[in-house]
Each structure stands twice: as C-alpha cells, then as structure tokens.
C-alpha cells in the first residue's frame, strides 16, 4: 500500500477515481494531495448563539454554544472569519473555531439594514485584508473600506445611485467587490484604485427567470443558475468583461455552496462532496442531512422533485436563523474532534 500510495499522489483527482474502481482494497487509498483544497461547514445561528455546525462531508453535526454571536446580524465568510453586526450596532470580525474577536471602527453613523451590505477579501490578521460596507442612499451612493491598522472608515462617495436586492450582496474577488443591483445591474469597486463603476447584467436570456449566485475559484469569476426555468444547476464562467462565457458542465474536485448571499466555489478535501452543489436546506427528520445536486446525475437529492427556489426563500424570509458557510481551519477540526469526543 505504500508503493500504491506514492503512485495516487502523483495521479490527477480524474485518475485518482479511475484508480479506487480497480478493486475494493485499493478505495481506501487517500486521495493525491491538492494545494488550497478546503473543507467547509455551515453555520446555523439562531437568536440565542447555540449554534449547529454541520459537516457535509460525513453528514454530521456538532453543537456549540457561542453567546458572542446573540442576537448578531451576519453579513459575509471568508478564511474561516465572520463579519458581523452586533446588537450595538458595532462592526466585528469572530474567528468561531478560536473565539477571537477583532473590533472595527464606530461608523459614527446609523446605517439601515434594507440599505447597506458588506464583505471583506481575506482574513483580518492578514495584511491584504479590506472591509467594504456599500451604503445604497438616495443620489448617491456610499463605500466605507477598512484595513488592517486604520483607526476609521475611509468613506468615498459617489453620486450615481445603485440599489441592491438585500438577496445578492457584496461579494470579494481578490481587490475586486461586486453587487447585483435592484435593476440587475452589477456594480464593481476597486478597492486598489478606490474606483467605482457599474456593468451590464452578467444573465443570458435563457436564465432570466433563475436565481443568480456569483461566485470565484482561483481569481477566476463564476455564476450559478438554478431555480426558474432551470430544471438542473447551471455553472458558467465569467470573462473580465463580465460576459457570460461557456458551462461548466463538471466541476470535476470543486465544491459549490450557495449562501444567502452569494456562493463558494472551492477545491474539496473529501471525495463525496466533489462536483456537486450544497445549499443550506437540511431535511426535516434529520439536522445533518443538506440537499444538493449533483453535476454528475444533473438531480437533485434526497428528494425529487424540490422547489429549491421556494425553499431558500422561505428559510430567509421566516429569519428565525441565520445560515452561513464557513472554511473548516485546523482550529475548527480539532473543535469538532473534541466535541465528538466529549459526546462519546
């Protein structure tokens, strides 16, 4: 085994498949190490901060009591950190698997929750970090950035109005945020440049009825379709002219996982969630059990026909938990291994 081993990890995830059908002994071969593979869980967070934490991967679940996050409003996820709103009305970033908690700034402003949306490109302890708030008002419109070692918010100011859906939020694409607005247009800030612009919609006719989810691997833009006239999950790629370019019709090791927002698109550690799309809907007998669908079989499972659209709606518009997909650090996996172990 430890000949087949040294083979596997010089094989591509498609021949690492084809190699584990051989023959029954040779499955538990662990699959070919893959640079910026990720593991992800989604959080459900009720009002009172006891948190499911829900692992897709081995279709289970821990729960944690975080009384830092009662009654706080999350807005964005990235590299295991939440962006948050507390009930005072403060900005913070938490590092659920550690606890850590990094205050930002007061805005010295009251900002209405149906007008602003935010996001932030890395984590906060790192030096490419910026937090973008987009403050939709009339005339014009507002972008507050902050970065590692500011003491206030830089406020730019720019007069065109832009009006999001409070369903498509900012999302980060390295120095890149985007929006979907109100009138399916989408608006682009630099954060590099402190530069502002809007584009045409990123929706080809045949999806204009679809719920709209972008997303990026690797610096490159993606888009999900789903929903509406669309019987199966579409992916396509974006090209840097924002025009939508050909399916993807495998996603081949990446995973997507589709938020309130938008979705992660990322490359996977573990083989059963490969080439297939999570959304945060658990079934109703059990809490660790999602639906998703598969690229490879183009269905949906466990159950068929599902009105995913109608789900999703459903759950943000009761707003009696909030749901949000987190990477899975090491910090988090010796959490979950502890926990799992203190239940046994």
């Known amino acids: 085994m430890d ?14 498949v084809r190699c ?10 662990p699959p070919p190490p893959r640079p910026g593979a990720r593991s992800m869980r989604l959080f459900v967070l009720p009002g009172n901060g006891e948190c499911s934490v829900i692992d897709p991967s081995r279709n289970a679940v821990i729960h944690v009591d975080f009384p830092e996050l009662a009654g706080v409003e999350v807005l964005s996820s990235k590299a295991g950190w939440l962006l948050l709103r507390g009930t005072d009305l403060s900005f913070f970033f938490f590092r659920p698997s550690t606890r850590t908690c990094v205050d930002l700034p007061q805005t010295n402003r009251f900002l209405y929750p149906q ?40 406020v730019r100011i720019f007069a065109e109005t832009f009006v999001f859906t409070g369903v498509y939020k900012l999302f980060a694409c390295g120095h890149l945020f985007y929006c979907q607005g109100y009138d399916l247009r989408l608006c682009v800030f630099d954060a590099r440049e402190g530069t502002w612009g809007v584009a045409e ?3 080809d006719f045949t999806y204009i009825d679809c719920e709209t989810y972008l997303t990026e691997f690797e610096g490159e833009l993606h888009v999900v379709f789903f929903g509406g006239c669309c019987t199966r999950v579409c992916v396509h790629r974006v090209d840097s002219s924002l025009t939508l370019k050909e399916e993807v019709r495998s996603l081949e090791d990446r995973t997507v996982y589709v938020g309130r927002w938008t979705a992660d698109m990322v490359r996977s550690t573990e083989g059963r969630v490969m080439n297939k799309v ?47 997909w987190i990477e899975a650090d090491k910090s988090m996996l010796g959490l979950e291994e502890s926990m799992s172990s203190s239940r046994q």
Not at 7 to 16: A, P, Q, T
Not at 119 to 124: G, I, K, N, R
Not at 296 to 303: I, L, R
Request: aromatic share 12%.
């Open 3 to 16: 000949v087949l081993g040294d083979i596997v990890s010089r094989l591509s995830h498609r021949d690492y």
């Open 20 to 29: 584990t059908a051989v023959c029954r002994s040779w499955r538990p071969v």
């Open 115 to 154: 007008n602003y949306t935010a996001a932030f490109s890395a984590a906060p302890t790192s030096p490419d970090c910026v937090a973008v708030i987009l403050n939709c008002l009339a005339g014009r419109t507002e972008v507050w950035t902050w970065r590692p070692g500011d003491d206030r918010w830089t």
């Open 201 to 203: 919609v990123i929706r």
């Open 278 to 324: 999570y959304f945060p809907i658990t079934l109703t007998r059990s809490d660790k059990y999602l639906h998703h669908f598969s690229m490879k079989t183009e269905k949906y499972y466990p159950n068929l026909p599902l009105n995913m659209r109608k789900k999703l709606h459903t759950i943000w518009r009761d707003g009696i938990e909030q749901r949000v």
